[in-house]
């Protein structure tokens, strides 16, 4: 299918096959997504929509392409259309010009590499795959699918920002592109910075522990509770949570009380 990835551009990618996980802004269904940019298929078979189950990838609603009903086609349009991010959002996109080549950016429209920031930020673009994409400026529509604004995206896989200045939150108003709320990057209120879930927009399925949020009591030093802002680590508990905060990334968080 012909794609919308970022920065008014467009790339061919795999389509999603019928029953997979996909994500509802566009359409990437086979026999549903458009072969061509600015071409939509005039009777599309498979859409993207919601079912009833919770994705274990994002933590919200599950969507899948499902058989398109004839109701439907004549509004494949909004599900086939992407956003226009922002153009070249530059807000920290080049490398620090220190004249050493190997510390160089990752254009956008490439691979996220190891080892090396984005010009922009490192999104999931499906099939497994992150790619260096634009940012997306404050104030500008984006995807609540994760984080792509400008300073609050990540900068490589699995390397969240400890104090995104941005996130893609909800507004009152209804998106022109897409028909339901708008998104928008907004700046990151202070006790949202503490709860990434937010920020990310891709909250956590469940608790890691609860009420044993401690390490046993064994008196080994390397039994203790992993600190909450940390990465999740194998064969520790956190002293919060462990939560999913995109990027395929799990961090150690505060845990939200009863009742709150």
């Known amino acids: 299918v012909c794609a919308y990835i970022g920065a008014d551009t467009w790339q061919c990618l795999d389509c999603t096959p019928p029953d997979d996980e996909c994500i509802p802004m566009g359409n990437r269904c086979c026999d549903g997504g458009d072969k061509r940019k600015d071409t939509p298929l005039s009777r599309p078979s498979y859409a993207c929509k919601a079912t009833s189950e919770l994705s274990s990838t994002y933590g919200t609603t599950k969507y899948t392409c499902q058989a398109a009903v004839v109701d439907e086609v004549s509004n494949i349009t909004a599900l086939a259309a992407e956003p226009v991010e922002a153009p070249q959002a530059n807000l920290e996109q080049q490398s620090s010009e220190d004249g050493a080549e190997s510390k160089q950016c990752v254009s956008s429209g490439e691979a996220c590499r190891d080892g090396a920031d984005c010009c922009g930020v490192c999104a999931y673009i499906g099939a497994d795959t992150w790619q260096c994409l634009d940012c997306t400026p404050p104030d500008d529509e984006c995807i609540p699918m994760g984080n792509r604004c400008c300073d609050g995206g990540d900068k490589r896989k699995d390397t969240p920002l400890s ?98």
């Open 163 to 260: 104090r995104p200045s941005y996130a893609c939150k909800a507004t009152s108003e209804l998106s022109s592109t897409y028909g339901t709320t708008k998104y928008t990057c907004q700046a990151a209120v202070v006790d949202e910075v503490s709860n990434i879930t937010a920020l990310a927009a891709e909250p956590v399925e469940a608790p890691q522990a609860n009420l044993e949020q401690q390490s046993s009591e064994d008196g080994a030093e390397s039994k203790q509770c992993v600190s909450s802002g940390e990465a999740c680590r194998d064969g520790a508990d956190c002293c919060g949570v462990c939560a999913y905060i995109g990027a395929d990334t799990w961090q150690c968080l505060d845990c939200t009380p009863p009742d709150d």
